[in-house]
């Protein structure tokens, strides 16, 4: 089952690399965005079934983001590099995709995510 997928992540080699990952699985990227400002951008036009957040964003926190998403009722995974301080309250449970990432994990991590939408 295709599902419309949401990218933040400040890298352009690595959103690419999910891009592939995610077109591969037969899913669809929505939209690829570099800050939280297109982050926000994009959930407010909506059509996300899921999406995966880079926490850090060129310095820029992607809480704001998560937030947004967590209100429309839109599940996401958190992707990190490591050495983040520890999500805010109310983000905890959220899954975590550790860099760098593989389509091996990729794969069911958003298998997990999407079964919560």
């Known amino acids: 089952m295709s599902s419309r997928i949401l990218i933040v992540e400040d890298e352009p080699l690595i959103a690419m690399m999910l891009e592939d990952f995610l077109d591969t699985l037969g899913h669809e990227v929505v ?5 939280v400002e297109e ?5 407010e036009r909506g059509g996300i079934d899921a999406a995966i957040l880079d ?6 926190s992607v809480w704001p983001v998560a937030r947004k998403l967590q209100e429309a009722g ?7 590099g490591g050495h ?4 805010p309250a109310g983000f905890e449970s959220i899954p975590v995709l550790a860099k760098p990432y593989t389509i091996d994990r990729v794969k069911p991590l958003l298998a997990e995510t999407l079964s919560l939408a």
């Open 31 to 35: 939209a690829t965005c570099e800050s």
């Open 39 to 43: 982050g926000l951008a994009a959930v």
């Open 74 to 80: 839109v599940p996401f995974i958190l992707a990190s």
């Open 84 to 87: 983040v301080e520890e999500p």
């Open 55 to 60: 926490v850090n964003l060129r310095g820029e």
